[in-house]
């Protein structure tokens, strides 16, 4: 099972890649420079000048163009369209990197048939996530310079259900054959808020809520903001308020550190293996750099490489909360 393990961790590692440079595709604001979708025929970029034109020219026909960037000249379209190609370009190479090794493993019979439609449902998410992302782009090509923040919501959070599934699936098969476990609950617990996280930040991107207020542990001298629900009905301050959006993003943040220090503090007396205490401690480890990274993100104003680290620390912390459920598993006795 090695050579399938190494190639699911690889697969994983183009995932985790791909997160981080959707995320500098959002905030360098180029998703909306390739307005078309050829995903079989769109491998190569523009190659001569005539095609560099045309893409520009296709480009002037929408929104992002016509209300924000008028003035841009072919260099600064260009700087934009490279990171966007470069993002479908590893979504593109992901599902290559994945289907002809699965393939070769189906055909030669190195995998079991429970592993075998479990594989082949990761690769049909995978197929849906390149639907969900151009859905994501074409609502930022009707009326307004942007894309939806539910739109990028979802789009995110499959990429985070792939990334999950593709290291979990290569732990299990690494660590005990892949036989089942029972979960452990807190673990559980910790990796949901996790999750539930990075989904909260996924609105905030969406709404650029985290320009709202940029000061801490307080949003301009205030706990609790003006203007957090002001929006009706209520519910919608929840997804649509920027200052809602933020704040929310906040206190959970803050929830889900102190979930996993909690875990990692009653874990730390009970006889777990070297393994189980590393998982533990570098999700510790994790969460604390990622709060460090949320606060300058917001007291620094969203600085470019400031955002994209705590972007990638988001997945760090996944991938340490991922391997802590898997490792504090209690197997299932026969």
Known sequence: MRPVVIWL???????????VV???????????????????TGWLPPLDEAAWQSAFDNYKRFPEYNK???????????SIFWL????????????????????????????????????GFIFGLGGVQGVVGWWMVRSGLVDQPDVSHYRLAAHLSLAVIIYGLLLWTALSLMRDGGREGRV?????????????????????????????YNTFPTMNGMWIPDGVMAQTPWYSNFLENTITVQFDHRWLSIATAAGILALWWRERSHPHSGY???????????????VALGIATVVLVVPLPVAAAHQASAMILLSATVTVLHALRVPLTD
């Open 9 to 19: 961790l690889f697969c994983a590692a183009l995932v985790f890649l791909m997160v």
């Open 22 to 40: 959707g995320g500098l595709t959002r905030l360098t604001h180029s998703g909306l420079s390739i307005v078309d979708w050829r995903p079989i």
């Open 68 to 78: 924000l960037n008028q003035s841009m000249s072919m260099a600064e379209f260009q």
């Open 84 to 119: 966007e190609y470069l993002h479908r370009l590893l979504g593109r190479s992901i599902g290559v990197a994945f289907l002809l090794p699965f393939l070769w493993f189906a055909i030669s019979r190195r995998l079991g048939g429970r592993l075998t439609w479990r594989l």
């Open 184 to 212: 452990h609950k807190g673990a559980f617990g910790c990796l949901a808020a996790v999750f539930v996280t990075i989904m909260s930040g996924a609105l905030v991107a969406g709404l650029d809520a985290g320009f709202a």
């Open 276 to 290: 189980v205490r590393l998982a533990i401690t570098a999700a510790a480890a994790a969460v604390l750099l990622q």
